[in-house]
């Protein structure tokens, strides 16, 4: 398995990408020397720790780790919802300043604003991009329509299930036809027969749209069942252990996925290489 | 059952008018006759709580009644007097009058408080120099106690209309911008995340996340703030010279007239009733979200 420490000093393109077959294309994302640290009362939390990533187009990656591994931290830094304190992103090649108007952020809370209608919610983005009434409306639409919810397009989201408002949280991400989907968590919050329906409609979404999606999740079983790539993060200081191919074929199912040998194999690795850095808090 | 109805709403910040609905209570689930069974306990209950609460108010009413006959009528008065009295007012007149020469001034001084109350909040809570710059100004001006006011309003306004409107307004103003303020510091960071990360620009952020999620913040002030220039109203009425219901109570208490009185204090009673109700069944029918995703209910995202 190829290795992957971020540094600044090793050299950036042979270190983190590892598509040694298919380097052709320049990366859509290109992540380098991300640092962040959080300053506390009693201590400080060094969140990210020169941290390089590339990340292909059309693929589908994964960030893994534990609870304050830095992974959440770098997602939003991604997105441009929090900046780092050292380091770049570029999307396509152009370096990202502020929050990026081409990528799409699902959050872990979900966040669907109350006083708003579920298409008013899947309206935002739109909106935001001063796209018209009835064109906001018609995509809105097709976005619900994309993840099964076209039926309660004018309740109130509160009265809809964890799952349910979940998926309007993708529809609105994807209503602004993001270059890549940044994904938090998404599923954190529901309970596990949800948590599987949704992974499964994610991974057919991403099938069918051809979009690149970046998803944190601090469950390993979920990453392999969606990702490409995997890559391995720990704590204190937030970085990189290393970045693992899935080679499962494609399409995966629920069922079928977790006896396979690869399967079970990347899972030992991963917490092999988790549990190896325990002891630093 | 009867204790839903006395829940504390958000926020809870002193509100009249609290909730009357008893059957909020989520009583969903179970069998058919399990939920039958359910039903039939909280509609008992109800009936309890509601027959209670009337035999109370006519066992008071009684009491008042009886003691009212033996003392001298300027006293007490009894509630068949004061019945009476209110009838005569409304006939010729006084009372339609002075309420509405009230209402009028209260409307026009809280419509005037809640603008520029929320505006000036909400720019507050939106620009972090203007919050601290004005601050101390909002502190002062809230902790002032209306009352010692009025000789100000005088001086300066003099008496009558304007000066009564005045009065209503600055004891309105400064409870609108303390809580629109209130409710600006303590918006969700959830919310004001999705607002940057879709791309809305700070003008949009305030109109469209930031002054909804204040929403019910605003409604709490707006409580606390009828409350407040009802009292003014009545104030105003009594010490600036401006009539209505105020000017009326005066009349009455001077020249001992305890039955008209009563049926004048009664009649703002009710007035004051009717106005939170109203500002309740606003809120309840179209700002819904407000109750249905305050703390503790099922489907409120708590974080």
Redesign the interface.
């Given at each position: 398995m190829t290795d992957s420490i971020g540094s600044a000093s090793q050299a950036g393109a042979a270190s983190a990408t590892h598509r040694s077959s298919t380097l052709s294309e320049a990366p859509v994302l290109s992540i380098r020397g991300v640092s962040r640290t959080f300053v506390g009362q009693e201590r400080d939390v060094v969140a990210l720790d020169n941290v390089d990533l590339d990340v292909q187009k059309g693929e589908f990656i994964s960030l893994v780790g534990p609870s304050g591994c830095g992974k959440t931290t770098l997602l939003r830094v991604i997105?441009g919802?929090d900046a780092a304190d050292t380091g770049t992103i570029e999307l396509e090649g152009k370096r990202l300043t502020g929050?990026s108007?081409d990528m799409?952020?699902v959050?872990q809370?979900?966040?669907l604003?109350?006083?708003r209608s579920v298409r008013g919610n899947v309206e935002?983005?739109l909106?935001?991009?001063g796209v018209e009434k009835a064109e906001r409306q018609r995509i809105a639409t097709e976005c619900l329509e994309m993840v099964g919810l076209k039926d309660v397009m004018n309740v109130?989201p509160?009265?809809l299930s964890g799952g349910m408002q979940q998926r309007v949280g993708v529809a609105?991400a994807l209503a602004?036809k993001p270059k890549v989907l940044l994904m938090d968590e998404p599923f954190g919050q529901l309970d596990n027969f949800t948590r599987e329906a949704l992974q499964a409609e994610v991974a057919s979404l991403w099938e069918q749209l051809g979009i690149t999606i970046v998803f944190v999740t601090h469950d390993v079983d979920e990453s392999i069942f969606l990702s490409d790539r995997i890559v391995v993060m720990h704590r204190n200081p937030g970085r990189i252990i290393e970045i693992l191919d899935v080679n499962l074929p494609r399409p995966r199912t629920q069922a079928e996925f977790r006896g396979e040998h690869e399967t079970i194999e990347l899972r030992s690795k991963i917490t092999a290489l988790l549990r190896s850095q325990e002891g630093g808090l | 059952m009867t204790t839903l109805s006395s829940a504390p709403q958000t926020p809870s910040v002193g509100s009249l008018g609290s909730s009357t609905g008893n059957g909020q209570a989520g009583s969903g689930g179970g069998a058919a006759s399990g939920r039958a069974k359910l039903k039939s306990v909280s509609e008992t209950k109800s009936w309890h709580s509601r027959a209670t609460r009337y035999i109370a108010i006519l066992a008071v009413l009684g009491a008042w009644q009886a003691t009212g006959a033996f003392l001298a009528p300027v006293f007490l008065s009894t509630p068949t007097r004061s019945i009476v009295a209110f009838y005569d007012l409304m006939v010729n007149g006084t009372l339609p009058k002075a309420v509405g020469s009230s209402l009028l001034i209260l409307a026009m001084g809280i419509v005037c408080s809640g603008f520029f109350g929320i505006t000036l909040g909400t720019i507050m809570g939106r620009i972090q120099f203007l919050e601290r710059a004005l601050d101390p100004l909002v502190t002062f001006g809230n902790a002032t106690p209306s009352i010692a006011l009025l000789p100000l309003m005088e001086v300066w306004f003099g008496q009558g209309k304007l000066s009564a409107v005045i009065f209503i307004f600055i004891i309105g103003f400064w409870q609108m911008v303390v809580n629109t303020l209130a409710g600006m510091r303590v918006v969700r960071i959830g919310y004001r995340d999705v607002g940057v990360a879709f791309g809305m620009s700070k003008w949009e952020q305030t109109f469209r996340i930031y002054l909804p999620a204040t929403q019910p913040f605003i409604f709490a002030g707006s409580r606390i703030a009828l409350a407040q220039c009802t009292v003014g109203m009545i104030l105003a009425g009594q010490e600036l010279g401006q009539g209505g219901l105020g000017g009326i109570v005066n009349t009455y208490g001077t020249y001992f007239q305890t039955d008209n009185l009563i049926a004048t204090i009664g009649t703002t009673c009710a007035l004051a009733l009717a106005m939170f109700t109203a500002l309740r069944v606003l809120q309840d029918t179209k700002f819904r979200w407000i109750r249905a995703t305050s703390a503790g209910r099922r489907g409120a995202n708590s974080k």
């Amino acid at each position: 398995m190829t290795d992957s420490i971020g540094s600044a000093s090793q050299a950036g393109a042979a270190s983190a990408t590892h598509r040694s077959s298919t380097l052709s294309e320049a990366p859509v994302l290109s992540i380098r020397g991300v640092s962040r640290t959080f300053v506390g009362q009693e201590r400080d939390v060094v969140a990210l720790d020169n941290v390089d990533l590339d990340v292909q187009k059309g693929e589908f990656i994964s960030l893994v780790g534990p609870s304050g591994c830095g992974k959440t931290t770098l997602l939003r830094v991604i997105d441009g919802l929090d900046a780092a304190d050292t380091g770049t992103i570029e999307l396509e090649g152009k370096r990202l300043t502020g929050v990026s108007q081409d990528m799409a952020y699902v959050f872990q809370d979900i966040n669907l604003l109350p006083w708003r209608s579920v298409r008013g919610n899947v309206e935002l983005g739109l909106e935001a991009r001063g796209v018209e009434k009835a064109e906001r409306q018609r995509i809105a639409t097709e976005c619900l329509e994309m993840v099964g919810l076209k039926d309660v397009m004018n309740v109130p989201p509160y009265t809809l299930s964890g799952g349910m408002q979940q998926r309007v949280g993708v529809a609105r991400a994807l209503a602004v036809k993001p270059k890549v989907l940044l994904m938090d968590e998404p599923f954190g919050q529901l309970d596990n027969f949800t948590r599987e329906a949704l992974q499964a409609e994610v991974a057919s979404l991403w099938e069918q749209l051809g979009i690149t999606i970046v998803f944190v999740t601090h469950d390993v079983d979920e990453s392999i069942f969606l990702s490409d790539r995997i890559v391995v993060m720990h704590r204190n200081p937030g970085r990189i252990i290393e970045i693992l191919d899935v080679n499962l074929p494609r399409p995966r199912t629920q069922a079928e996925f977790r006896g396979e040998h690869e399967t079970i194999e990347l899972r030992s690795k991963i917490t092999a290489l988790l549990r190896s850095q325990e002891g630093g808090l | 059952m009867t204790t839903l109805s006395s829940a504390p709403q958000t926020p809870s910040v002193g509100s009249l008018g609290s909730s009357t609905g008893n059957g909020q209570a989520g009583s969903g689930g179970g069998a058919a006759s399990g939920r039958a069974k359910l039903k039939s306990v909280s509609e008992t209950k109800s009936w309890h709580s509601r027959a209670t609460r009337y035999i109370a108010i006519l066992a008071v009413l009684g009491a008042w009644q009886a003691t009212g006959a033996f003392l001298a009528p300027v006293f007490l008065s009894t509630p068949t007097r004061s019945i009476v009295a209110f009838y005569d007012l409304m006939v010729n007149g006084t009372l339609p009058k002075a309420v509405g020469s009230s209402l009028l001034i209260l409307a026009m001084g809280i419509v005037c408080s809640g603008f520029f109350g929320i505006t000036l909040g909400t720019i507050m809570g939106r620009i972090q120099f203007l919050e601290r710059a004005l601050d101390p100004l909002v502190t002062f001006g809230n902790a002032t106690p209306s009352i010692a006011l009025l000789p100000l309003m005088e001086v300066w306004f003099g008496q009558g209309k304007l000066s009564a409107v005045i009065f209503i307004f600055i004891i309105g103003f400064w409870q609108m911008v303390v809580n629109t303020l209130a409710g600006m510091r303590v918006v969700r960071i959830g919310y004001r995340d999705v607002g940057v990360a879709f791309g809305m620009s700070k003008w949009e952020q305030t109109f469209r996340i930031y002054l909804p999620a204040t929403q019910p913040f605003i409604f709490a002030g707006s409580r606390i703030a009828l409350a407040q220039c009802t009292v003014g109203m009545i104030l105003a009425g009594q010490e600036l010279g401006q009539g209505g219901l105020g000017g009326i109570v005066n009349t009455y208490g001077t020249y001992f007239q305890t039955d008209n009185l009563i049926a004048t204090i009664g009649t703002t009673c009710a007035l004051a009733l009717a106005m939170f109700t109203a500002l309740r069944v606003l809120q309840d029918t179209k700002f819904r979200w407000i109750r249905a995703t305050s703390a503790g209910r099922r489907g409120a995202n708590s974080k």
